[in-house]
T-cell receptor, first 113, second 112 residues
Framework: DAGVIQSPRHEVTEMGQEVTLRCKLISGHNSLFWYRQTMMRGLELLIYFNNNVPIDDSGMPEDRFSAKMPNASFSTLKIQPSEPRDSAVYFC???????????FGPGTRLTVL | KQEVTQIPAALSVPEGENLVLNCSFTDSAIYNLQWFRQDPGKGLTSLLLIQSSQREQTSGRLNASLDKSSGRSTLYIAASQPGDSATYLCAVSPLNDYKLSFGAGTTVTVRA
């Protein structure tokens, strides 16, 4: 299996632009997690899904952030409009079941100018 | 709110020395604890997962122990190698939920 796939790997955009990050889960996994990593705050869970349903989105910082899981193998995280403080590395991870080992993607490094 | 602490923040050892990495957490009502490795510019790789009912897990040169009552876990890496240089993070998930709370990590450098 190719593991969790994220795209793009790097994104540079200007403040106010819409950003869409993409994630493909490992085949057969039912849980999907979106994280953000910064030097200041470390790794933070933004939202997680189980069987395509959002279970907990309390970590989503603002209404500017939204996440979807249109099918069992794919998810998007959208930021609209983006701001410089959104600059971070965004990871998605998947697991077979919610409490199992999480497998992380390589991350998307987002820079908002 | 679960607080996860890893001390020290950084560690440098000569090749061959055993590594001891510490993780402490404030709420002992956990579902499991995981240790991850992160290389610079990369994602996290899961090393070991310890269920709350377990005391330890072993994989090759790695051994992780869990003392839930005292809120501590220790990751031992035997006979360290330069390839072990990375940041090691521990994460705990609470009962009745699956949200991982991460420590800030310990950055390890193994000198050849």
């Amino acid at each position: 299996d190719a593991g969790v796939i994220q795209s793009p790997r790097h994104e540079v955009t200007e403040m106010g632009q819409e950003v869409t990050l993409r994630c493909k889960l490992i085949s057969g996994h039912n849980s999907l997690f979106w994280y953000r990593q910064t030097m200041m705050r470390g790794l933070e869970l933004l939202i997680y899904f189980n069987n395509n349903v959002p279970i907990d989105d309390s970590g989503m910082p603002e209404d500017r952030f939204s996440a979807k899981m249109p099918n069992a193998s794919f998810s998007t995280l959208k930021i609209q409009p983006s701001e410089p403080r959104d600059s971070a590395v965004y990871f998605c991870a998947s697991s077979l079941l919610p409490g199992d080992t999480q497998y992380f993607g390589p991350g998307t490094r987002l820079t908002v100018l | 709110k679960q607080e996860v602490t890893q001390i020290p923040a950084a560690l440098s050892v000569p090749e061959g020395e055993n590594l001891v990495l510490n993780c402490s957490f404030t709420d002992s009502a956990i579902y499991n604890l995981q240790w991850f490795r992160q290389d610079p510019g990369k994602g996290l790789t899961s090393l070991l997962l310890i269920q709350s009912s377990q005391r330890e897990q072993t994989s090759g040169r790695l051994n992780a122990s869990l003392d839930k009552s005292s809120g501590r876990s220790t990751l031992y890496i035997a006979a360290s190698q330069p390839g072990d240089s990375a940041t090691y993070l521990c994460a705990v998930s609470p009962l009745n939920d699956y949200k991982l709370s991460f420590g800030a990590g310990t950055t390890v450098t193994v000198r050849a």
